[in-house]
């Protein structure tokens, strides 16, 4: 069976029409695990018991002739932070080695509920602080295209597996541009709405005020049509947009005439790859002979938005991390301690690693009693500020376009040494996460070394349906 | 006393809702098993996220709008972070700047009839903590009590003795059961004071430079041993010369002995910051009159109305009004009673005779088997002299036991006042003639009669009104024998 580039419509249809089964289709995807897993190390565990379950499950259901939903019997991938009863959840990290989950994040529930097929639990940075799975307790995935450079992260396990075939699409989260980072790394399309529209629940905190689940796909079909399954109010999670149900994907539409795109300048300036710069210019004057009109825009300098995102992310990370404390679960360190608190000190220092540490520790300190109007207060001024730009922007144009990331997928090792790889990588991603927009990032061909190329879409909050008709645009009338 | 207190409290009430503050465990968790009522968001499994509960939220800024307080229509939540195996997120939801009420006062009772107003600072919602149960080799954590709501009012240092923080201890718990927002048992933890006290010398009118908290303490009892204690301590130090260290205490037992805890400049730093899982909480003036609805009538409320509606005085109003049942008990007697004097007899022979029996027998109010409407029967049937007072003592024992009718006692009991006056006059001739004795008497001691109004009501069994008795019998000695 040929597994490349198949949508889920296809796929779905072929389960239907009894074409395959859904444990062939199952096996014929783990065949591309067995065959380049050892080389990309895109799992932390891999769950083929219960996949091969749940396709069995969608086999009969077909069989006694039950309706099953688009992503039953599919082949997918749950990144590692995502709880999901039964299986190890470690967001990447020691500390959480030995860590099974008791319950199902509403992410993981409501693809349940739909027949989904994981077959495993993908690699990310640990506890998603960084922009390229280097900081995963678990090894770093490698890159599909190139084994010697990385897959991007935080969700890099989760785009290396879409990327590789080994599932047809991926579950990742993203803070700043942990979902579109790596789809642009890996050649994918990337998609995380409006913050608040998928529930949180479930997924291991980084920063609340900006973590949001999205999907890892090969095409904006298959983008709408998983976020149509999980998006949608969550009783769990208060921070969740108060809309039951959305469907975007049978809304998509790449006829927009008199599309207004803006251009800020900002994003492709001398900090940006050339070859990466002049990539998405070509697209953006494809869009133009389309009839869509480009527009400069000046928006604040990214500069601003990776002080931000840095001060808030790590603030929010270092009390998000401290319930980690080998108490109720998590890693017990075996040395002599004097006192409780010591054996919490033991636990911790010696569960996480230097990226969790090192955050933990400079967020704790932007919270500290005489800093936190210097750092955190003020932090969440400027993010006003960079909300009211964004809002002034989407008065003159509809969407934004610009590079996902500065650079293509770099040389394995990029971080040693560098402390804010993550934070600076995710220059052009931070600014939309903190004010929140729908974004996706598609892939707009490779460079002269056959590294993918990513350019994101952005538009204002809930304006999902024209952020993915925008890359459908681009999908079905530019890329072909 | 060379040294005046200065005292200011923080109470923590656990609010009555059916699920915890932030997941649907049962708050109920008096004598469950450990860890019984637990969930991912209470046991702050990685992933799990609050939802605030709206019940709890509104019990707070009822209880805000109780204590006269005002309220801030757009709140919000804050992480206070710290370690503590006990607390499982490490950080525990609550309120740091924009507390749901603000800036309320209460009146308190001080003797002979004065009144002094306590400042509230403000009144704010917060999560309980899990429970360590420590023994020799090892430390056991429940968390069934983790999440459960809790409110907490914190007052201005306005008190300066004892009475006044226990007469303010007792009239918040008061209007705590009032209102509803918790049953306030405290042998259940459901309320817990936090003192903070200094001494200055009597006369200075400036904070003292030191602080001394003490930390849960669980009962009013223990509350005024502490003050007791401290006192006594702190007294003792600066006589020395020296001042108290600013620090915080704990109690091992009910004695009221506190120990050093924690000295101040080794305390936290929480760290606070706007909680990023729930989203501000705003109300409309609408919203907030509403619930202001919903509290009824207030202690104070009740007892100034009893005073000045019924003629009811402060001590008996006070009574009347202690507890919400006590209170609607009395109003469902004298509901359509327009004679303010058998109100006031009702609510008399309720306290002193219903009340003192239900004592006694270590009953409940709402066990009880006299109803509201035979107590005004009764009082009805005194007041018209169909019965004398001693009877209607009696008859409040029968009722009180079986919940007879008044009337029925009576009339099988023979209990009928003797009103024709014949018949006493009979009596009064008979006892007079059979004590030449104190007749006589009477040339020295005017008052020597009173000894026969006693032997005529033993004769009448106690069925005629004395004053009438003394009566006749007075007219009966001053007009001489015929
Ligand atoms: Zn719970």
Same mark, same amino acid.
């Given at each position: 069976?040929?597994?490349?580039?198949?949508?889920?419509?296809?796929?779905?249809?072929?389960?239907?029409?009894?074409?395959? !089964?859904?444990?062939?289709?199952?096996?014929?995807?783990?065949?591309?695990?067995?065959?380049?897993?050892?080389? @990309?190390?895109?799992?932390?565990?891999?769950?083929?018991?219960?996949?091969?379950?749940?396709?069995?499950?969608?086999?009969?259901?077909?069989?006694?002739?039950?309706?099953?939903?688009?992503?039953?019997?599919?082949?997918?991938?749950?990144?590692?932070?995502?709880?999901?009863?039964?299986?190890?959840?470690?967001?990447?990290?020691?500390?959480?080695?030995?860590?099974?989950?008791?319950?199902?994040?509403?992410? !993981?529930?409501? =693809?349940?509920?739909?027949?989904?097929?994981?077959?495993?639990?993908?690699?990310?940075?640990?506890?998603?602080?960084?922009?390229?799975?280097?900081?995963?307790?678990?090894?770093? !995935?490698?890159?599909?295209?190139?084994?010697?450079?990385?897959?991007?992260?935080?969700?890099?396990?989760? *785009?290396?597996?879409?990327?590789?075939?080994?599932?047809?699409?991926?579950?990742?989260?993203?803070?700043?541009?942990?979902?579109?980072?790596?789809?642009?790394?890996?050649? =994918?399309?990337?998609?995380?709405?409006?913050?608040?529209?998928?529930?949180?629940?479930?997924?291991?905190?980084?920063?609340?005020?900006?973590?949001?689940?999205?999907?890892?796909?090969?095409?904006?079909?298959?983008?709408?049509?998983?976020?149509?399954?999980?998006?949608?109010?969550?009783?769990?999670?208060?921070?969740?947009?108060?809309?039951?149900?959305?469907?975007?994907?049978?809304? @998509?539409?790449?006829?927009?005439?008199?599309?207004?795109?803006?251009?800020?300048?900002?994003?492709?300036?001398?900090?940006?790859?050339?070859?990466?710069? *002049?990539?998405?210019?070509?697209?953006?004057?494809?869009?133009?002979?389309?009839?869509?009109?480009?527009?400069?825009?000046?928006?604040?300098?990214?500069?601003?938005?990776?002080?931000?995102?840095?001060?808030?992310?790590?603030?929010?990370?270092?009390?998000?991390?401290?319930?980690?404390?080998?108490?109720?679960?998590?890693?017990?360190?075996?040395?002599?301690?004097?006192?409780?608190?010591?054996?919490?000190?033991?636990?911790?220092?010696?569960?996480?690693?230097?990226?969790?540490?090192?955050?933990?520790?400079?967020?704790?300190?932007?919270?500290?009693?005489?800093?936190?109007?210097?750092?955190?207060?003020?932090?969440?001024?400027?993010?006003?500020?960079?909300?009211?730009?964004?809002?002034?922007?989407?008065?003159?144009?509809?969407?934004?376009?610009?590079?996902?990331?500065?650079?293509?997928?770099?040389?394995?090792?990029?971080?040693?040494?560098?402390?804010?790889?993550?934070?600076?990588?995710?220059?052009?991603?931070?600014?939309?996460?903190?004010?929140?927009?729908?974004?996706?990032?598609?892939?707009?061909?490779?460079?002269?070394?056959?590294?993918?190329?990513?350019?994101?879409?952005?538009?204002?909050?809930?304006?999902?349906?024209?952020?993915?008709?925008?890359?459908?645009?681009?999908? !079905?009338?530019?890329?072909? | 006393?060379?040294?005046?207190?200065?005292?200011?409290?923080?109470?923590?009430?656990?609010?009555?809702?059916?699920?915890?503050?932030?997941?649907?465990? +049962?708050?109920?968790?008096?004598?469950?098993?450990?860890?019984?009522?637990?969930?991912?968001?209470?046991?702050?499994?990685?992933?799990?996220?609050?939802?605030?509960?709206?019940?709890?939220?509104?019990?707070?800024?009822?209880?805000?709008?109780?204590?006269?307080?005002?309220?801030?229509?757009?709140?919000?939540?804050?992480?206070?972070?710290?370690?503590?195996?006990?607390?499982?997120?490490?950080?525990?939801?609550?309120?740091?700047?924009?507390?749901?009420?603000?800036?309320?006062?209460?009146?308190? +009772?001080?003797?002979?009839?004065?009144?002094?107003?306590?400042?509230?600072?403000?009144?704010?919602?917060?999560?309980?903590?899990?429970?360590?149960?420590?023994?020799?080799?090892?430390?056991?954590?429940?968390?069934?009590?983790?999440?459960?709501?809790?409110?907490?009012?914190?007052?201005?240092?306005?008190?300066?003795?004892?009475?006044?923080?226990?007469?303010?201890?007792?009239?918040?718990?008061?209007?705590?059961?009032?209102?509803?927002?918790? +049953?306030?048992?405290?042998?259940?933890?459901?309320?817990?004071?936090?003192?903070?006290?200094?001494?200055?010398?009597?006369?200075?009118?400036?904070?003292?430079?030191?602080?001394?908290?003490?930390?849960?303490?669980?009962?009013?009892?223990?509350?005024?041993?502490?003050?007791?204690?401290?006192?006594?301590?702190?007294?003792?130090?600066?006589?020395?010369?020296?001042?108290?260290?600013?620090?915080?205490?704990?109690?091992?037992?009910? /004695?009221?002995?506190?120990?050093?805890?924690?000295?101040?400049?080794?305390?936290?730093?929480?760290?606070?910051?706007?909680?990023?899982?729930?989203?501000?909480?705003?109300?409309?003036?609408?919203?907030?009159?509403?619930?202001?609805?919903?509290?009824?009538?207030?202690?104070?409320?009740?007892?100034?109305?009893?005073?000045?509606?019924?003629?009811?005085?402060?001590?008996?109003?006070?009574?009347?009004?202690?507890?919400?049942?006590?209170?609607?008990?009395?109003?469902?007697?004298?509901?359509?009673?327009?004679?303010?004097?058998?109100?006031?007899?009702?609510?008399?022979?309720?306290?002193?005779?219903?009340?003192?029996?239900?004592?006694?027998?270590?009953?409940?109010?709402?066990?009880?088997?006299?109803?509201?409407?035979?107590?005004?029967?009764?009082?009805?049937?005194?007041?018209? /002299?169909?019965? /004398?007072?001693? /009877?209607?003592?009696?008859?409040?024992?029968?009722?009180?036991?079986?919940?007879? +009718?008044?009337?029925?006692?009576?009339?099988?009991?023979?209990?009928?006042?003797?009103?024709?006056?014949?018949?006493?006059?009979?009596?009064?001739?008979?006892?007079?003639?059979?004590?030449?004795?104190?007749?006589?008497?009477?040339?020295?001691?005017?008052?020597?009669?009173?000894?026969?109004?006693?032997?005529?009501?033993?004769?009448?069994?106690?069925?005629?009104?004395?004053?009438?008795?003394?009566?006749?019998?007075?007219?009966?000695?001053?007009?001489?024998?015929?």
């Amino acid at each position: 069976m040929n597994t490349k580039y198949q949508t889920i419509e296809s796929l779905h249809k072929e389960l239907i029409a009894r074409s395959f !089964t859904a444990v062939e289709l199952l096996n014929s995807y783990l065949e591309n695990v067995d065959a380049r897993e050892s080389e @990309l190390n895109c799992f932390v565990s891999q769950t083929r018991e219960q996949a091969l379950e749940a396709a069995t499950k969608v086999d009969s259901m077909i069989e006694s002739g039950r309706e099953i939903s688009l992503v039953g019997g599919i082949p997918a991938a749950l990144k590692d932070n995502f709880n999901w009863i039964g299986t190890k959840t470690t967001a990447s990290s020691k500390i959480l080695d030995n860590y099974v989950s008791p319950y199902n994040a509403t992410v !993981t529930q409501r =693809l349940l509920d739909a027949n989904a097929v994981f077959v495993g639990k993908t690699n990310m940075d640990a506890f998603a602080h960084g922009s390229s799975t280097e900081t995963s307790d678990y090894g770093v !995935t490698a890159n599909p295209y190139n084994t010697q450079r990385v897959s991007g992260g935080s969700s890099g396990g989760s *785009a290396a597996a879409v990327a590789a075939n080994m599932s047809v699409y991926a579950i990742g989260s993203e803070t700043a541009g942990s979902v579109r980072g790596p789809a642009a790394w890996c050649g =994918l399309y990337g998609f995380a709405p409006t913050y608040g529209r998928n529930s949180r629940y479930g997924v291991v905190a980084m920063g609340s005020s900006l973590d949001r689940p999205g999907v890892l796909a090969n095409c904006v079909e298959d983008c709408a049509l998983v976020t149509d399954i999980i998006a949608g109010k969550d009783s769990h999670d208060a921070t969740t947009i108060p809309v039951e149900k959305v469907e975007y994907r049978k809304a @998509l539409s790449a006829d927009h005439t008199g599309l207004k795109i803006g251009i800020p300048k900002q994003f492709l300036d001398e900090r940006i790859d050339p070859q990466v710069s *002049a990539r998405v210019r070509e697209m953006l004057a494809e869009y133009e002979k389309l009839g869509a009109t480009l527009v400069d825009i000046d928006l604040l300098d990214p500069k601003y938005a990776v002080a931000v995102y840095t001060i808030v992310c790590r603030s929010e990370v270092s009390s998000n991390l401290a319930r980690i404390d080998g108490i109720r679960y998590g890693h017990v360190s075996e040395k002599k301690a004097e006192s409780v608190l010591d054996q919490i000190a033991y636990n911790r220092g010696e569960g996480f690693g230097n990226e969790a540490k090192q955050r933990s520790m400079t967020g704790a300190y932007a919270l500290s009693a005489g800093y936190y109007d210097a750092y955190y207060k003020k932090a969440q001024k400027v993010r006003t500020l960079i909300i009211q730009d964004f809002a002034n922007a989407f008065k003159q144009v509809d969407v934004i376009i610009g590079p996902t990331m500065p650079t293509v997928a770099p040389e394995q090792g990029v971080t040693k040494n560098n402390p804010l790889f993550g934070e600076l990588a995710d220059m052009l991603t931070e600014s939309s996460a903190l004010a929140g927009l729908p974004c996706i990032s598609v892939p707009v061909g490779v460079n002269n070394e056959n590294l993918p190329i990513g350019m994101q879409i952005f538009g204002p909050q809930f304006a999902e349906q024209l952020v993915l008709d925008t890359a459908y645009i681009y999908q !079905t009338r530019i890329a072909k | 006393m060379k040294y005046e207190i200065v005292i200011g409290l923080e109470i923590h009430i656990q609010a009555k809702t059916k699920s915890k503050m932030f997941c649907r465990c +049962d708050a109920k968790y008096f004598n469950a098993a450990p860890n019984s009522h637990v969930c991912p968001v209470c046991l702050g499994l990685p992933g799990a996220l609050p939802v605030p509960n709206k019940k709890a939220i509104e019990q707070c800024i009822r209880l805000s709008l109780a204590l006269g307080c005002n309220i801030n229509m757009f709140s919000k939540f804050d992480r206070k972070n710290y370690f503590y195996p006990d607390l499982p997120k490490a950080y525990q939801i609550s309120q740091y700047d924009l507390p749901f009420g603000y800036e309320g006062n209460v009146n308190i +009772d001080l003797s002979g009839s004065r009144e002094k107003q306590i400042r509230i600072t403000r009144v704010h919602m917060e999560e309980d903590t899990g429970k360590s149960i420590h023994s020799e080799t090892k430390t056991l954590l429940d968390f069934n009590k983790s999440g459960v709501p809790l409110v907490e009012v914190v007052t201005e240092p306005d008190f300066s003795d004892v009475k006044e923080v226990l007469s303010f201890a007792k009239r918040l718990k008061q209007i705590v059961k009032y209102i509803g927002v918790s +049953d306030a048992d405290m042998e259940k933890g459901q309320m817990r004071f936090e003192l903070n006290m200094s001494l200055r010398k009597t006369g200075e009118t400036s904070l003292p430079k030191y602080k001394v908290e003490v930390k849960n303490i669980g009962s009013i009892s223990v509350l005024e041993k502490v003050i007791t204690y401290e006192y006594n301590r702190q007294q003792e130090i600066l006589e020395k010369g020296e001042i108290p260290v600013q620090e915080t205490r704990g109690l091992r037992d009910l /004695s009221g002995v506190t120990y050093s805890q924690r000295v101040k400049e080794e305390a936290n730093d929480y760290r606070y910051f706007p909680e990023p899982d729930i989203p501000p909480i705003i109300y409309t003036e609408k919203e907030i009159q509403e619930l202001r609805q919903t509290l009824g009538e207030l202690p104070s409320e009740k007892k100034a109305r009893y005073i000045n509606d019924y003629g009811v005085d402060a001590a008996l109003a006070e009574t009347l009004t202690a507890t919400k049942a006590k209170a609607e008990w009395f109003e469902k007697a004298i509901e359509g009673v327009e004679d303010k004097e058998v109100i006031v007899a009702v609510g008399k022979w309720f306290v002193g005779e219903v009340v003192a029996l239900m004592k006694a027998s270590k009953s409940k109010l709402s066990q009880l088997k006299i109803q509201p409407k035979q107590l005004v029967a009764l009082v009805q049937l005194l007041k018209s /002299s169909k019965i /004398s007072a001693p /009877s209607a003592k009696q008859v409040v024992v029968a009722m009180f036991e079986s919940g007879i +009718d008044p009337e029925t006692y009576i009339r099988e009991n023979g209990l009928e006042m003797v009103n024709d006056e014949s018949a006493i006059q009979a009596v009064v001739e008979k006892v007079v003639a059979s004590n030449p004795k104190v007749v006589a008497d009477m040339q020295k001691n005017p008052n020597a009669y009173k000894f026969l109004i006693g032997q005529a009501m033993k004769e009448l069994q106690g069925k005629a009104n004395p004053q009438q008795v003394d009566k006749l019998i007075l007219a009966r000695l001053t007009s001489g024998s015929n």
